[in-house]
């Protein structure tokens, strides 16, 4: 009896854990999904608050468009 109250705890542990995984695989895809699709968006808003607080106003590019100014004239 001894026995199986043990393994039963391992496995349930173990269930756990395989969880507590997926859970945090899950998290990490939707926040690179939220990256991905509003990188632009996030990049321009930032923008926005460091022009305003650092008085300059410089709109910056997309970043397929910082993407082709690398390749043309590559990193400096």
């Known amino acids: 009896m001894r026995k199986a109250t043990i393994r039963r705890r391992r496995r349930e542990k173990g269930q ?27 990049r321009d808003m930032v923008a926005g608050i460091t022009a305003t607080l650092g008085g300059t106003s410089e709109k910056p590019t997309d970043s397929l468009q910082q993407v082709k100014d690398l390749k043309d004239t590559g990193i400096e």
């Open 16 to 42: 756990a854990f395989v969880e507590y995984v997926i859970l945090i695989a899950v998290v990490a895809l939707a926040a690179l999904f939220v990256l991905a699709n509003f990188s632009d968006r996030l």
